[in-house]
C-alpha cells in the first residue's frame, strides 16, 4: 500500500468514551502531523512529529493525545471528547525540511461525538 | 488572526473559461507558497506551488502568481474543466517552522456545463 492511510474512515463515539485515530505512511517522509478541519475554518495544525519527536503542540486541549511510535505511524488517542470536537481530522507526512510538494495527505477521519 | 485568507467562498465558471482563485497572506516571514486541492471524502492533494524569490509558476492548465508587495497569490486554472469542481486551499510556509503550513479557509469551485 503507498502513501498515507487513516483508519477509520468514520467514527462516533460518546463524550465519555476512549479511541484511537491512526495514521500511517509508506512514503519514508520523517515528518507527520495532525491537522483538524472543522467547516467554514482553516485546517488548523494540531501537532508536528519531526524524526519521531513532538516539535510542536498547538495549543491542543489535553483531551486529544498524539504518539507517534516510529517514522511511519502516528496515533491520536480521544477521551473525553466534547461535541465541539466533531470535524475531519486529517495526517499529514513529509520529508523535512519541506521539499516542493509539501505534505501528503491522508483521506481523514470524519469524527462525530454525540 | 488569520495568516492566510481566501475571501470568496466559493466560485462558479463556465468549461473552458479561466478560473481565478484569490489567496491573501499576512505575515511577511511566508517564503513559500502552496495549492491544494480537495475533493469530499478524500484528504488535499498538491497541485502547485511557488518559492518567493518567483512571481510566476507554470504547470499544465495551473498557474499560480506572487505579488509579494501586496502579498497575493492567485490560482488560474485554464481552460477550466468538470474535473476541477473541489475545493482549494491556499497554505504557505515559512523557512525554519519545522516545515509547518498554515492554510486558508478554502474556495469552492464549481466547473459548469
Known amino acids: 500500500e503507498t502513501g498515507v492511510t487513516q483508519t477509520p474512515r468514520h467514527l462516533v463515539m460518546g463524550m465519555t468514551n476512549k479511541k484511537s485515530l491512526k495514521c500511517e505512511q509508506h512514503l519514508g517522509h520523517n515528518a507527520m502531523y495532525w491537522y483538524k478541519q472543522s467547516a467554514k475554518k482553516p485546517l488548523e495544525l494540531m501537532f508536528v512529529y519531526s524524526l519521531e519527536e513532538r516539535v510542536e503542540n498547538n495549543s491542543v486541549p489535553s483531551r486529544f493525545s498524539p504518539e507517534c511510535p516510529n517514522s511511519s505511524h502516528l496515533f491520536l488517542h480521544l477521551h473525553t471528547l466534547q461535541p465541539e470536537d466533531s470535524a475531519l481530522y486529517l495526517c499529514?507526512?513529509?520529508?523535512?525540511?519541506?521539499?516542493?510538494?509539501?505534505?501528503?495527505f491522508g483521506s481523514g477521519t470524519r469524527l462525530t461525538v454525540v | 488572526d488569520q495568516q492566510v485568507k481566501q475571501n470568496s467562498p466559493s466560485l462558479s465558471v463556465q468549461e473552458g473559461r479561466i478560473s481565478i482563485l484569490n489567496c491573501d497572506y499576512t505575515n511577511s516571514m511566508f517564503d513559500y507558497f502552496l495549492w491544494y486541492k480537495k475533493y469530499p471524502a478524500e484528504g488535499p492533494t498538491f497541485l502547485i506551488s511557488i518559492s518567493s524569490i518567483k512571481d510566476k509558476n507554470e504547470d499544465g492548465r495551473f498557474t499560480v502568481f506572487l505579488n509579494k508587495s501586496a502579498k497575493h497569490l492567485s490560482l488560474h486554472i485554464v481552460p477550466s474543466q468538470p474535473g476541477d469542481s473541489a475545493v482549494y486551499f491556499c497554505a504557505a510556509s515559512a523557512t525554519g517552522t519545522a516545515s509547518k503550513l498554515t492554510f486558508g479557509t478554502g474556495t469552492r469551485l464549481q466547473v459548469t456545463l
Open positions: 499529514a507526512s513529509s520529508q523535512a525540511p519541506q521539499g516542493n510538494y509539501g505534505y501528503t
